[in-house]
């Protein structure tokens, strides 16, 4: 890292790039009555520095938000997933305002429901049955419950840096709010390591519930990694011999690479499939398919939400994987990747620094090898985004079938105009 | 037993260091604690060992057995150890320096009442050169306690396997504090003072700032946003790290 005070330096102060009056105005506001004015991944402390990000939107549309201070960007983080449709796409919002026109929260459910099975159980091909919540966080653990039902056993097996939402068996010891017995009966395991995989089946044999894992790794901060060759044939025979029932955690990257969930892509079938996120497009819905043989155990595990009936969801949902089919989104979003990336790429080289693309284009992860500490690549990160095109430096990103040619020349150019701005202070690379 | 080791261990390489902090830079005990020569060595038996030296040249402190030790006290375990930082149970058996055990009772206990008063949650210190100093020594005692934490204590034992290797840098912006905490061989190590080597940097716009995070008025998440303080570099290592010197508040609050 260089020294302090250049680090610091707010550029902003130099009349580069956008300031956000507005924003920092209503973060105050909202530190007030709300702890830490805003909680969760929407927070703060991923967005470094500072002072590069907006923290309020009031209106979005295709693949672009404004913040509240009037600056457009485009946007690669499409609300952390769900927008995989772009913002207000018309088939979508008009089938979920003909459905609240009906009904949408409701004393009974509504037809809508059994529709959006009957479609999800023909879409996905592992799915004999389906169930809805709101979050992905819902039916990860519905998931988790049904293999426990299923088994009678306790141990779930995880991978380390794998994320499947903020339950507190799910999260890592020392968060505040859990206690040790939290984690008690979850086993991490390293990615793509079928010898750990088969080590602890065997050091805990009769006593692993579950397996559950994304189709990819994808943990944030860190490269990700698709699944090694014969990677998944290798763990389904284990978890088969076993007696494991294999959870895959679709909530991410589920209809971004193969509508038939992930698992069609890489060529092997879980027993379970937790969607959520791309599903409604924005609209608050989440899935978990399975096979017949776990239909009777996923009906007998109590889990409901006052609001896990909407109808309007549902239709919602409905709509978009009808508009993801029509679209062959996954091949679209992967041409839109590529080229976004490729360009990417190739811009860095010009200024001399490397940009590691991983995970699938869809989604890519990426980042300046040039600098360790990951120092460089978040100050490019900020660069972009206080010139328009919105990333965080620590998570992947998402692509949408809104993304236009025009939106991947115009990031190009921001691109462009970051990196040179990170060369003049940074140089070649951060030691 | 894992637990009392653990608060014996903090007591002296945390409270040691904090109350040689106060020796050197509280105005009421600077000057005179120069006038004090005294090198006092706490054993316990079955358990860790430390030192406070206080002499013209300022105060100091140590893990282990020092030189010249002038008040030498051996406890019973690390429960007695502990018990005596409480002012609570019976006295420690003095080895060394019989004669000289006044100097405990009267200008060391006074120091360790200056410190309580420092750093006591939710008293209102009479002046701001007060509440820096109260501040700097709550930014010291999360760096001293890390390491410590790190090895004793079960949960943040799972959390610093998890942290990526690297060094931390938690300094505030106008240079009133600098410490920072390396973690290399799967080891952590801490100091205070600027580090050669910086993977990641948790700094706060000045002391004011830290005191409003360190004393809860704001949390983490809004202190950032608000400027108050700001993090770069390896965040995994920040976030746990800062998880870590969370749960110090459980042990010496």
């Not at chain 1, 890292?1 to 920092?24: A, D, I």
């Not at chain 1, 779930?156 to 339950?167: E, F, N, R, V």
């Not at chain 2, 999360?142 to 799972?158: H, I, N, S, Y």
Request: include cysteine; glycine fraction near 10%; aromatic fraction near 10%.
């Amino acid at each position: 890292m260089t020294e302090k005070n250049e680090m610091l330096e707010n550029t902003t102060e130099r009349g580069e790039g956008f300031t956000y009056p507005r924003s920092r105005a209503l973060l105050e506001r909202a530190c007030r009555v709300i702890p830490g004015g805003i909680y969760g991944h929407f927070g703060p402390p991923p967005c470094v520095p500072p002072e590069a990000y907006p923290f309020f939107s009031d209106w979005a549309e295709g693949s672009r938000f404004r913040d509240v201070d009037g600056h457009e960007f485009i946007d690669y983080m499409c609300a952390y997933g769900p927008m995989i449709l772009g913002y207000k796409n018309p088939v979508v919002d008009e089938a979920f305002k003909t459905q609240v026109a009906k009904s949408d929260t409701g004393t009974l459910a509504a037809p809508v429901m059994v529709e959006l099975a009957e479609y999800l159980c023909e879409l996905v091909p592992i799915a004999d049955w389906a169930f809805f919540a709101k979050n992905g966080a819902d039916v990860t653990n519905l998931a988790v419950m049904t293999a426990r039902a299923a088994t009678g056993r306790r141990k779930i097996i995880a991978i380390k840096g794998g994320y499947h939402g903020t339950t507190p068996w799910m999260q890592s010891p020392g968060h505040h709010g859990l206690i040790p017995d939290d984690w008690t009966h979850v086993i991490r395991i390293p990615w793509n390591d079928v010898n750990a995989l088969r080590q602890v089946l065997e050091e805990n044999a009769g006593d692993v519930a579950g397996f559950i894992s994304s189709p990819y790794h994808h943990p944030v901060f860190a490269d990700n990694e698709l699944p090694a060759p014969g990677y998944w044939d290798e763990v389904s025979r284990l978890l088969r011999r076993h007696g494991v029932v294999f959870i895959i955690d679709d909530v991410r990257a589920g209809f971004r690479l193969h509508l038939g969930g992930s698992c069609e892509l890489y060529g092997f079938k879980p027993d379970l499939i937790c969607f959520s996120k791309a599903i409604g497009n924005g609209y608050p819905i989440s899935a978990l398919v399975g096979v017949e043989s776990l239909r009777k155990d996923v009906g007998r595990v109590f889990h409901t939400g006052s609001f896990w009936f909407g109808a309007g969801p549902m239709a919602a949902a409905l709509a978009t994987l009808k508009e993801l089919k029509r679209l062959d989104a996954p091949a679209l979003l992967r041409e839109t990747g590529e080229k976004l990336l490729n360009g990417m790429v190739e811009v860095a080289k010009s200024h001399g620094y490397t940009l590691k693309v991983s995970g699938e284009p869809s989604m890519p992860y990426l980042r300046i090898t040039d600098d360790p500490t990951m120092t460089l690549h978040q100050y490019w990160c900020a660069e972009c985004t206080r010139r328009g095109a919105y990333f965080t430096s620590h998570h992947n990103w998402f692509i949408s079938t809104a993304h236009t040619e025009q939106d991947i020349q115009k990031t190009l150019e921001i691109c462009d105009a970051a990196f040179r701005t990170i060369k003049k202070r940074f140089g070649n690379g951060i030691e | 037993m894992g637990a009392d080791i653990l608060q014996a261990r903090l007591n002296l390489e945390v409270v040691l260091g904090l109350l040689a902090e106060v020796a050197n830079t509280d105005p009421l005990f600077r000057e005179r604690s120069r006038t004090w020569r005294e090198t006092t060595w706490f054993k316990a038996l079955g358990g860790p060992e430390g030192w406070i030296r206080f002499s013209p040249d300022g105060a100091s402190h140590g893990i282990g057995k020092p030189e010249g030790v002038t008040i030498g006290l051996v406890l019973l375990s690390a429960i007695h150890l502990n018990r005596m930082f409480r002012n609570e149970g019976l006295p420690p058996v003095p080895v060394k320096g019989i004669g000289r055990l006044s100097f405990l009772k009267k200008e060391f206990t006074e120091l360790g009442t200056r410190l309580q008063t420092l750093t006591r949650p939710g008293i209102t210190l009479r002046s701001k050169e007060e509440e820096h100093l109260s501040t700097r020594l709550m930014l010291n005692a999360a760096v001293r306690a890390v390491p410590v934490l790190a090895e004793e204590e079960g949960t943040c034992a799972k959390l610093a396997a998890a942290t990526p290797e690297g060094v931390l840098e938690i300094a505030t912006l106008d240079g009133a504090f600098s410490g920072w905490i390396r973690k290399e061989g799967g080891r952590f190590t801490a100091g205070l003072g600027k580090p050669e080597r910086v993977t990641a940097r948790m700094l706060f716009r000045d002391l004011d700032a830290a005191r409003i995070v360190l004393t809860g008025k704001e949390t983490g998440f809004a202190a950032i946003g608000l400027g108050l303080t700001r993090i770069e570099g390896l965040i995994p290592l920040v976030d746990n790290v800062s998880l870590i010197m969370d749960r110090l508040e459980r042990y010496l609050a």
